[in-house]
């Protein structure tokens, strides 16, 4: 079973800034099955990025993914008071189908 | 636009079935190459992913519930349904009904919050 792990835990930064949210794998991932998520309190998540680097429709491009094998990373830029949000990476695992999700970084900026 | 919403009971007692649907407006059920999931959230915010069903009625189940779990289409409600037997409190969580591709889980319901409790 893959486990995905996430840092760090929480982050408190500042508007205009940057963020750097981590999500690293257990083994090697194809990056085509690796996910973002943002969910805002008492919202569900909302795809943000696919395939590790694919923008969701709608999404602005302060978001954007990167990484490959173990490492992966969501960098949001140009930080605004509404991006405060837990952010989950997700993982496709083909075979036997299923998902797992990591548990979560959550991004406060004041 | 597609939208989503749960419903069912809010309390369910230990060893007992939680039944939830999830009713789909704004699109038919039988979207090609969509699938309809469950997923829950614990209260200290973890996901999991409980299952999903083609939209030929092929159902994929996470090993770790698929004992226990069922998920049904009814076309003629345009609902999806879950079942969970034999629930404990660790099946106490908000869950999510979700249209997905086969590897992302793009649109959401807003959750329902289920509490196993005698």
């Known amino acids: 079973e893959i486990v995905l792990t996430q840092a760090p835990a929480s982050l408190s930064l500042s508007p205009g800034g940057r963020a750097t949210l981590s999500c690293r794998a257990s083994?090697?991932?194809?990056?085509?099955?690796l996910g973002w998520y943002q969910q805002k309190p008492g919202q569900a998540p909302r795809l943000l990025i696919y395939g590790a680097s694919t923008r969701d429709t709608g999404i602005p491009d302060r978001f954007s993914g990167s990484g490959s094998g173990t490492d992966f990373t969501l960098t949001i830029s140009r930080l605004e008071p509404e991006d405060s949000a837990l952010y989950f990476c997700?993982?496709?695992?083909?075979?036997?189908?299923?998902?797992?999700f990591g548990p979560g970084t959550k991004l406060h900026i004041e | 636009q597609v939208q989503l919403q749960e419903s069912g009971p809010g309390l369910v007692k230990p060893s007992q079935t939680l039944s939830l649907a999830c009713t789909v407006s704004?699109?038919?059920?039988?979207?090609?190459?969509?699938?309809w999931s469950w997923i829950r959230q614990y209260p200290g915010k973890g996901l999991e992913w409980i299952g999903y069903l083609s939209n030929t009625g092929t159902a994929y189940y996470n090993p770790s519930l698929k004992s226990r779990v069922s998920i049904l289409l009814d076309p003629s409600q345009s609902q999806v349904s879950l079942e969970l037997m034999s629930v404990t409190a660790a099946d106490t969580a908000v869950y999510f009904c979700?249209?997905?591709?086969?590897?992302?889980?793009?649109?959401w319901g807003p959750g329902t919050l289920v509490t196993v409790s005698s």
């Open positions: 704004g699109g038919p059920l039988s979207s090609d190459g969509y699938y």
């Open positions: 083994q090697s991932v194809s990056s085509t099955y």
């Open positions: 997700q993982l496709y695992v083909s075979s036997p189908r299923g998902f797992t």
């Open positions: 979700a249209r997905s591709s086969l590897r992302w889980f793009l649109t």
